[in-house]
């Protein structure tokens, strides 16, 4: 019974112990938390905010300081960068040659902070397709190309070939006076007995002068027929170049001479008119156009020929023009038997959204017994092409070509070709083509031709 | 000299003193592009910085890198303008752009330096850029009529149109 007392007593003091313990627990809590409610509740004085105003005052001031100095050396980081040549700090001797194009070199430099310039593009050397160094002072050098290789499975032949590889070298002297030239690789390889050439296609200094007219000297490309002054693979449909502009326009056709260009009036109205080397055509070379062309290579120069050419193209998409030439023996005079000779043609390029048409007559007219005597005397042909672009990289295009190099006399010498296919630019610069051919008259030639041509 | 002769000559005599203008050269200094597209006040020029994301779409808009660490634009009240240049096929072409909401307000050639190709800077052509907005494949909204003998500065203002929306793009979105 004793001993139930004692522990009952025992139970009551351990119940007492916790819950003394609880109160003692409880109270520290309630201390701690009364201790640190009164300190929160203690707010800083007016002076205290104050001065901790003032500082961070003191720092954004020092924060603007040194954004202002980052942005500063950021600039010259990247002006140095760009225009290593220049520091971007102070006032730089700076070209003006594209705000003064037509200005005199006098004009041409002024004083100016290397941050007034008014381009949005920084970079004094541009990594362009074609790789171009544009110096201050108006003077650049340049360097273009393009080429293009066939593939042709006709009924006539069926070959590999690299036709063109070209390079053009470029040099400005001055913002008036600039120097041209376009160097050409044909069929891949030249020599005695090989089937290529190496030819110079241009080579010209060109003035501008008074600023409203230029004047070419030197051995340049014709303003003839469409292709003749533009015909980068990646311009035009077909693998091969149309026909016309092969057999009745002997494209690529360059002479050596005089050539003004130049615009009239304000409605895209333009000219061209030169003086210059003219063809060779004999009964050697059966009165036949393209063999005519001497590639002012110690070039006959007895007779010269004379071209002009009229271009609009004062619409949205259209082009038209016409050339005529005029040479007053187109023998040179070793030919007894050939005179003179007429050449014309009319061009028309038509180009709305995705729809194309190209359209092209030519024609010359040889005097003399001997072209009259095969027929030669007229040689003609045309040609009617119309495209049409089913996304940025695909297009299709159909072609249909008449031609006759012996027009002049009663016999059927008449052939026509058509060309159907597929131009897809991998970019703006590369073209992989494919096109179906048919060709009629006196000769049939039908196949297939694959080409990859480019262009920078 | 004989008579088709001394007729050419008269007729390059002629076409020499007649009233022309001129292919080449500069038919308004960006300067002046700048000034007349904010009435006369140019604004504090900005900059568009260019991050490796931004060079490698500019790349596939040009075909070629971009030697540029940012770009130099001018802005107020929306309206921005850019100066940008490409070759053509040998020589820089130099073309102002204004661009307002994501859109092409304007666009002039000011300075055409290559030997052919000029009927760029003609309304007929320019016009067709108006309201013109950037696809979200960074392509043109519309397509721009080429012009014969002119295509490789027909390609070339049609990058610049699309580099200038770009850069419009980079600017705003920034």
Known sequence: MHFCKLELNQQVKDIDMRQLNYL?????????????????????????????LQVQQKEIKKLKRENRKLKKRLNIVADTIQHPTKMSTKPQRHSVAKKSFNQKSKATTTTTPSRESY?????????????????????????NG???????????????????????????????????????????????????????????????????????????????GILNETHEPTTFYGVER???????????WWEGGLLFSGQLGNKGLSYDIGLHSGLKITSANSYVVRKGRQSVGEADATDLAYTARLRWTGTRGLAV??????????????????GNANYYDMTLVW?????????????????????????????????????????????????????????????????????????????????????????GGVINDDGFNLGVGYHF | MNYFSRSMLMIVISLLGSTVVTARGVYQTPRDFVKETFSGKTPKVKFVWLDKQAKQQITKILGHSLNALRIRYWAANKKTAWILEEIGKEELITVGFVVTNGRIERIKILVFRESRGW????????????????????????????????????????????????????????
């Open chain 1, 119 to 143: 381009t949005s593009i920084e970079s004094p050397v541009r990594k362009h397709g074609s790789e171009s160094i544009h110096t201050k002072s108006g003077r650049g050098a340049t360097v």
């Open chain 1, 242 to 252: 149309n026909p016309i502009e092969k057999n009745i326009i002997p494209t690529t």
């Open chain 1, 146 to 224: 393009y080429g293009e290789m066939h593939y042709n499975n006709l009924d006539s032949k069926k070959e590999m070939d690299f036709h063109r590889f070209v390079l053009m070298f470029s040099y400005r002297f001055n913002n008036r006076l600039r120097f041209s030239s376009e160097l050409e690789v044909e069929h891949s390889i030249s020599g005695d007995g090989k089937v290529g050439e190496v030819e110079l296609e241009q080579g010209y200094i060109e003035y501008d002068f008074t600023g409203k007219h230029s004047l070419k000297a030197g051995l340049f490309l014709l303003p003839v």
């Open chain 1, 351 to 439: 180009n709305r959204g995705r729809f194309g048409i190209r359209g092209l007559y030519a024609m010359w007219d040889l005097n003399g017994a001997g072209p009259q005597s095969i027929g030669a005397d007229k040689q003609e042909g045309w040609y009617l092409e119309t495209s049409y672009k089913l996304t940025s990289k695909f297009g299709v295009f159909s072609r249909y070509a008449v031609w006759d190099n012996a027009a002049g006399d009663a016999t059927d010498s008449e052939k026509e070709q058509w060309n159907v296919g597929v131009n897809f630019w991998a970019s703006e610069n590369v073209v992989f083509k494919f096109d179906v051919q048919r060709q």
């Open chain 1, 24 to 52: 003692i627990f409880f109270i520290l809590i309630m201390g701690v938390s009364g201790a640190v409610v009164a300190k929160q509740s203690k707010s800083p004085s007016m002076q205290e905010i104050w001065k901790l």
């Open chain 1, 321 to 338: 023009s016409a050339s005529m030439q005029y040479q007053e023996n187109i023998g040179q005079s070793l030919d007894a038997g050939i």
């Open chain 2, 119 to 174: 009927e760029v800077r003609y309304p007929f052509f320019t016009d067709q850029f108006k309201q013109i907005e950037l696809t979200h494949k960074i392509k043109l909204s519309r397509t721009i009529d080429s012009i014969s003998g002119a295509t490789l500065s027909v390609n070339a203002v049609s990058k610049m149109a699309r580099l200038a929306l770009f850069f419009y793009k980079l600017a705003t979105d920034g």
